[in-house]
């Protein structure tokens, strides 16, 4: 009889303990709850110091792991960076983002016994303060936004793959109408409808990305169905549930991570465009689409395009950034 | 013969892939000479560079791959310099390639007559499109293609498999061409669709000449195919000659161990059972110093064998015999492999499972308006078509058949995943026909279990082998204490004989066999009664098959577990099973023991699926059969008798009307067949062995 040489397995490195899913869940949770109460609930800025270390050590793993792709490397930095900016601008010593100080003072030049890095804003705010302020809120309704449209589309995407039939006809269908509106109609009707608030950013990104990414869970889950150990847990009687959670959607995860990056980046693009049209958050706090808005005004005169500059490379990095990330994953999966 | 100029000739062949990894040797020091009219075989397991050897040969290594020593002389001309330009007037004029997939290789939105056509549009200047036509039109019918005027004007999909290959096989002829690459050219086909391929390539040798190398993992098909062979091993020739040498003398260790794992006739699960090459192919950058084959080897002899590389040697009073084997003098190769001790036969016991006159049908809904206008929305398709038989205690019942014949839907019918259109389905005198899996008891469902066929679809890759084994005790109620189901996984590993860090292992860092043996320690989880093996080995290489069936027959043996062995090899059929069940378009046309189903009288489906099957011993003699056309599909099946339209022994009419009577020919040997009993009788056998190996 044919024995198989038993290769002897090392015992896991830190590193790799610190790669187990559970612990990175944690660390995200960590990171991202904190910020979810700062910025959604107005909880003291206490609350955010844990996140702090999470951010700097996901990034570390982050580089470690995707080492080997260059893009991915820079995607998640950008991302990052700004992600930790989120987490620590209360803690930074700016000028207050909403407080007039001095109206039209340039980049890099000196009043008041002020030095102000990217000037002021039309109405005497500190640009500084306001971009790196600006991103938290584009950054949490964002990714929360996009997380909830996931969830749902994703279930939706799993019943009408796996259970087919009626389930599938009724769910694609209504996914098929959706789909047949352009987004940002879709996006105006919702928000003028119920009024601009972040609740109704979450509602709307939902209604408007959910069909699609039904569509490519849907698609995944049809394929790997026909898979023998699916096939394996419909003979041992296991329960619908138990195999679309357990024995489809890990499976069918490579896929989803990659657009959920890309996807990312559009609802960042959206969330903007919404603030920038007077539907999403409300002013005067600090946002990179209201100051988009403000400053296409003022920048007619040549000599205040920076107020236009400043908050359009901010956000055209961070949605870079997620694409990027997004590429660098799937030329990773693509390798090996 | 000797002193003409060879059609193909590599010398020192060295090739290698360059990957992140570094450079990974694929092929070793390969030699080969192929002279006009000669076909040659390369046979090896996968991984052992074969493929490389042959896009090596087409100069179509890919962006990584490189030919790093070494010539390849194509009649005298040296491949390995020549331009892209001269290439391309060479490739599929001089030499030409078939594939192993025929879906594949033909473009699918192109016509077969275009694609016919360019063969000498291309290669030849001044042929107009009239002759290209004519051209391509003879030599489908010179492929055997029935009706080639509609086959022309068809597209690739319109067509059968079997059909598709023929194409490519035409296509390939067409510039007739000095040298023919076959690279696994019947692996996607049905066994009887193969043995009509086979019979091609024989006789397009015998006319056009034409030199050949065959590549294929299964000996069987070379020794029908090829004069000579070569055997290789992870990246090296191991052993060349011609095949009657290579079959019945051959001298080296890993040729012997091939021949040694392959269940001929004459093999006995119990008196002589196979004998698996111990151990595991090395990776490509982790092969041992000196001989690959050493650590698997029985006759390796530190200082000898892991010295440093060995070279051909040429096998002295043996005409162009060549062997990579260091110690090939001093092994005693008339040696009759150790008898290992005859384990007992199982005995019988009660009847555990009984199929009553099972019927599935399927309703197919054709949603179109031309459907609905005329009337015929609904048809049905009668997948299964009154199976009757039963299965004792211990007993392995193998069920046989091409695709389409129903037993997929046999399998899940009894796995309770489908309920059976009429009939019953009796496991330990209880009737499941009826009852879906959900609304079985968690102990039927476990009494109930499957091995599935392909290993790198049977395990989830998400999660660990431990844990999905633990799974399956938990839901079949064996054991719900954390520690005890540990444990108990523990004793599963042991029984598949896998180490027991295995745990925690994830399934895509195990091999094939490895994942089958997980597979096979998961369906034995919840002490089955029955165990349904679909196909179990046929996605494996050939000596990892004989170990994992050889577990298989060990654990049924231990646990007296019925096995119902899906299965097409007829060669591991006859090795493995008790009882033989033949089906064919759902229907069962021939079933009895083992020994009486191999034997006259037959169905004349197993005597032609018989025929079919390839067997590697030099000294049988077979009755050739080749059967015509295509299996019908169930969705249409014909009048009467299904096997009618193929059936060389159709008798007439009555074939056509009436459907066959089913007649015993001794107790349980059941053949459904409107020939006369008598004449069934009078058959002769497809298989005849030399007498004195019959007589042992």
């Known amino acids: 009889m044919a024995t198989i040489a038993a290769p002897t397995s090392p015992a896991p490195s830190l590193l790799d303990r610190l790669r187990r899913p559970r612990v990175l869940l944690g660390l995200v949770a960590l990171l991202w709850l904190p910020l979810v109460a700062y910025v959604m609930f107005g909880v003291g800025r206490m609350v955010l110091i844990p996140a702090i270390p999470a951010t700097l050590l996901l990034y570390a793993l982050a580089v470690i792991s995707w080492r080997e792709s260059a893009v991915a490397v820079i995607g998640v930095t950008l991302v990052m960076f700004w992600l930790f900016i989120a987490v620590v601008v209360p803690f930074l010593p700016l000028l207050d983002p909403n407080q007039p100080v001095q109206p039209f003072v340039t980049p890099l030049t000196e009043a008041r016994d ?84 972040g609740f109704n950013i979450i509602v709307a990104v939902t209604f408007a990305s959910a069909p699609a990414i039904m569509r490519i869970v849907r698609g995944l889950t049809l394929d790997i169905k026909t898979r023998d150990y699916v096939f394996a847990a419909q003979t041992r009687g296991e329960r619908p549930l138990w195999i679309m959670v357990v024995e489809l959607l890990p499976n069918a995860r490579g896929p989803i991570i990659v657009d959920a990056c890309l996807r990312l980046g559009y609802t960042t693009v959206a969330i903007t465009t919404l603030t920038f049209l007077g539907l999403g958050l409300q002013p005067p706090d600090p946002d990179w689409g209201l100051m988009i808005k403000e400053a296409a005004a003022a920048a007619m005169l040549f000599k205040f395009s920076y107020m236009l500059l400043v908050p359009a490379l901010s956000v055209s990095s961070l949605i870079l950034g997620f694409n990027l990330m997004a590429d660098g994953l799937r030329e990773m999966s693509l390798r090996d | 013969m000797a002193d003409a100029t060879p059609i193909l000739e590599c010398r020192n062949l060295c090739i290698s892939y360059f990957t992140r990894a570094g450079e990974i040797p694929a092929v070793v020091d390969f030699d080969l000479i192929v002279m006009p009219g000669e076909a040659v075989g390369i046979v090896g397991e996968s991984g052992c560079g074969k493929s490389t050897v042959a896009l090596a040969i087409m100069q179509y290594l890919g962006g990584n791959g490189r030919i790093v020593s070494g010539e390849i002389r194509f009649m005298g001309q040296d491949l390995t310099t020549m331009s892209q330009e001269e290439l391309r007037q060479l490739r599929g004029s001089k030499i030409a390639m078939v594939y192993q997939e025929p879906m594949a290789s033909l473009n699918p939105s192109m016509t077969i007559a275009r694609q016919l056509m360019e063969v000498p549009l291309y290669h030849e200047a001044g042929c107009s499109e009239a002759d290209a036509r004519q051209r391509a039109l003879e030599m489908l019918a010179d492929v055997r293609l ?33 040298l023919l690459l076959l690279d696994e050219p019947t692996t996607a086909l049905d066994v009887t669709v193969e043995a009509g391929i086979v019979q091609l390539v024989r006789e397009i040798s015998e006319r056009y000449g034409t030199s050949m190398i065959y590549i294929s993992h299964n000996l069987g098909l070379i020794l029908e195919t090829c004069d000579r062979i070569t055997v290789m091993y992870s990246g090296e020739a191991v052993e060349e000659g011609s095949v009657e040498q290579v079959f019945d003398r051959m001298r080296h260790p890993y040729t012997k161990g091939l021949f040694n794992s392959i269940p001929l006739p004459g093999a006995d699960k119990h008196a002589r059972p196979l004998m698996p090459i111990p151990g595991q192919l090395p990776l490509p950058h982790e092969r041992p110093p000196g001989c690959n084959f050493g650590p698997r080897c029985d006759h390796f002899r530190a200082g000898v064998c892991d010295a440093g590389p060995i070279a051909m040697a040429t096998v002295p009073a043996h005409q162009r015999h060549y062997t990579r084997c260091a110690r090939f003098s001093e092994i005693d190769w008339q040696a009759r492999p150790e008898v290992v001790e005859a384990a007992a036969s199982a005995n019988l016991g009660e009847v555990v499972l009984r199929v009553e006159n099972m019927k599935k049908y399927y309703e197919l809904r054709d949603p179109s308006l031309m459907a609905l206008i005329s009337g015929r929305s609904v048809r049905t398709v009668k997948a299964n078509e009154k199976l009757d038989f039963e299965a004792r205690e211990a007993e392995t019942v193998a069920i046989v058949g091409e695709s389409g014949c129903g037993k997929s839907t046999f399998a899940k019918v009894m796995m309770g995943l489908e309920t059976a259109t009429e009939g019953k389905l009796i496991l330990d005198g209880k009737d499941l026909a009826q009852t879906p899996v959900e609304r079985r008891r968690p102990q ?128 591991l059929v006859r090795y493995l099973a008790d009882r033989v069940v033949v ?104 298989i005849t062995m030399p007498p004195e190996q019959a007589a042992e």
């Open chain 2, 444 to 571: 039927v469902v476990g009494h109930l279990q499957m091995v599935f066929q392909n290993p790198f679809d049977t395990l989830n890759p998400s999660h660990t082998v431990g844990g999905q084994i633990a799974r399956v005790i938990r839901k079949f109620g064996v054991e719900s204490d954390q520690a005890k189901v540990e444990a108990r996984v523990m004793e599963l590993l042991d029984i598949v004989k896998l180490p027991r860090d295995f745990y925690k292992r994830r399934p895509r860092q195990l091999s094939g066999g490895q994942k089958q043996r997980v597979g096979i320690a998961r369906a034995f989880a919840g002490n089955p009664r029955v165990v349904v093996a679909d196909e179990p080995v046929s996605a494996l290489d050939v000596s990892v098959q004989a170990a994992v069936s050889q577990l298989l027959m060990d654990i049924q043996r231990e646990n007296r577990t019925t096995l119902i062995f899906i299965s097409h090899d007829l060669s």
């Open chain 2, 583 to 686: 089906m064919y378009l759902g229907t069962i046309v021939e079933q009895g023991t083992t020994d009486e189903v191999f034997a006259p009288p037959y169905h004349p489906y197993t005597e032609a699926l018989l025929s079919a099957v390839p067997i590697a011993d030099t000294s049988i003699r077979k009755k050739i059969i080749v059967l015509h056309g295509d299996i019908p599909s169930a969705v249409d099946p014909p009048s009467g008798c299904p096997f009618q339209t193929r059936c060389p022994r159709k008798l007439g009419a009555i074939c056509d009307t009436e459907e066959p009577p089913i007649r015993e020919f001794s107790a349980g040997h059941r053949i459904a067949c409107h020939i006369e009993p008598a004449l069934l009788a009078e058959m002769e056998p497809v």
């Open chain 2, 146 to 178: 029935p009706d080639p005027a509609r086959i022309m004007d068809a597209y690739p999909h319109q067509i059968s498999g079997g059909q598709q290959q023929r194409v490519v096989i035409a296509m390939a002829l067409l510039s007739n061409p000095s």
């Open chain 1, 114 to 197: 002020m030095f102000f890095w990217l000037g002021t804003d039309f109405r005497g705010r500190d640009m500084l303060s306001r971009t790196l302020w600006g991103c938290q809120r584009v950054l949490v309704w964002g990714v929360t936004a996009t997380a909830v449209a996931y969830v749902i589309g994703t279930a939706l995407g799993l019943v009408a793959g796996y259970l087919a039939g009626w389930w599938d006809e009724v769910i694609s269908f209504i996914g098929n109408v959706i789909l047949s509106f352009p987004v940002m109609v879709l996006f105006i009707v919702i928000l003028t409808y119920f009024g601009p608030s």
